[in-house]
């Protein structure tokens, strides 16, 4: 599809104020009270996919598993791949938004991800 798709005038950026302080000129509700992140909060939860693949190129024995695409902050991916990483008895790295575990553990990581409520996909070989 096309991007930006015209919407007619956007007014981006118009900020109101009142004695509330500035509304949010989306939901025109005082800033604190701004509903408009909630909504892309849920907008984000229906499209939960997160990406396991491999890795082998450069990498010695069986490579890395790749965890991509987590809808997870810094915070709680790192404590995310400390938990998969547990879960396969293997070491790895968080960084950049992907978990990397060493070795193979593609079965059990999607079976850990599935049971958060997420939709998993496998993608590489
Ligand atoms: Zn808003």
């Known amino acids: 599809m096309a991007k930006g798709a015209g919407r007619g005038s956007s007014g981006g950026g118009y900020v109101y104020s009142t004695q509330h302080g500035e509304l949010c000129p989306k939901c025109e509700r005082p800033v604190v009270g701004c509903i408009c992140r909630r909504m892309a909060a849920a907008r984000a939860g229906t499209e939960r ?20 695409d987590v809808p997870l902050d810094d915070v709680e991916l790192a404590l995310l791949g400390k938990a998969l990483k547990k879960k396969c008895g293997s070491g790895g790295t968080t960084k950049d938004g992907v978990i990397e575990i060493q070795g193979d ?21």
């Open 49 to 68: 996919v997160v990406r396991v693949g491999r890795e082998t190129k450069g990498r010695k024995g069986k490579g890395v598993t790749l965890v991509t």
């Open 105 to 125: 553990h593609r079965d059990a990581i999607v079976r850990e991800l599935e049971g958060r409520g997420w939709t998993v996909k496998r993608v590489g070989g």
